[in-house]
């Protein structure tokens, strides 16, 4: 990995056009967007791997130390129909839709244009038709209307209605079909960590990896003197004074006082139950601003399913959220 990161950029003058269900992201020198490289695939500094499958360089498998090769993240395994796919794999169960697997949820979106050809004086009759050894139909104009005269007068209809109306033509939102995983659980037991989340409820109607900061208890704190008398946890105990989050070095601009889970002396572990996601405002020492969504614990719930060797990722099931929410703040 000795690829170095203080020359100064020198990006194309064109962004690069990536093919379907290929992201665009920054080089890990936060310089140019490239075309994200996919499992298999040789990978560097200036060529990385796409994230937001959970994707990785391994600068392991070859001799070249500045050449890996993009390895999905471990996860659970996808059955589609009998089919087993990877966490973080893409596939195609169809000609018709592009789908991948995250961590045993799977996403897809269509493959085909969803665009809708409206009648105009030069194609007053559009139909689609499948095109033989085609996988997507495709819009053919008719000169004349169909032979069902219920149909013709219905099209004639329409016609007259879609032209006072004047219609937009329609985006791939509108016919977006939406799909959005639960929130992994956070990255960190204690302290700063991350959970994600992959949606594709966005104008384009394409999967993307969303991120959010999580803090599921502060580190070095003896949470076992909030314990009252006669009880064995402490489920959700609240910030008694206002605190700043810090990130990178970065701290909050407002000041907040979330709650965080709790612990228990009867071997019961806390985690969140009902959760919000809101944007948190970080200013940094040079005076930069950036904002990032932000997990706030409503409310914990203490149970005995926890994770196996104190590693939050290793439970035997996953305890899903409920009444999680986005919040702008």
Known sequence: MGEDCSKACDCPAETPFCPFGISLVLDSCGCCKVCARQVGEPCSVMEPCDHHKD??????????????????????????????YRSGEAFQP??????????GEIGCVPACASDIRLPSPNCPYPRRIQIPGKCCEEWVCDETPQEDPFQSAMAGRSLVYRKLQSPEPESA?????????????????????VSSRITNDNEQCQLERQTRVCVIRPCQVQQENLIKKGKKCVRTPKSQQGMRFELSGCHSMQMYKPKFCGVCTDGRCCTPQNTMTAEVEFRCPEGDSFKRKMMFIKTCSCHYDCPRGNDIFLASNSRKMTGDYDNDM
């Open 173 to 193: 939102r509108d016919n977006c079909i939406v799909q959005t995983t639960e929130w992994s659980e956070c990255s960190a037991t204690c302290g700063m960590g």
């Open 55 to 84: 994707l990785y360089c391994d600068y392991a498998l070859l001799s070249d130390t500045e050449t890996g090769i993009c390895m999905a993240q471990e996860g659970q395994l996808c059955d589609l129909g009998g089919v087993i």
């Open 94 to 103: 169809s000609c018709k839709h592009q789908c991948i697997c995250m961590n």
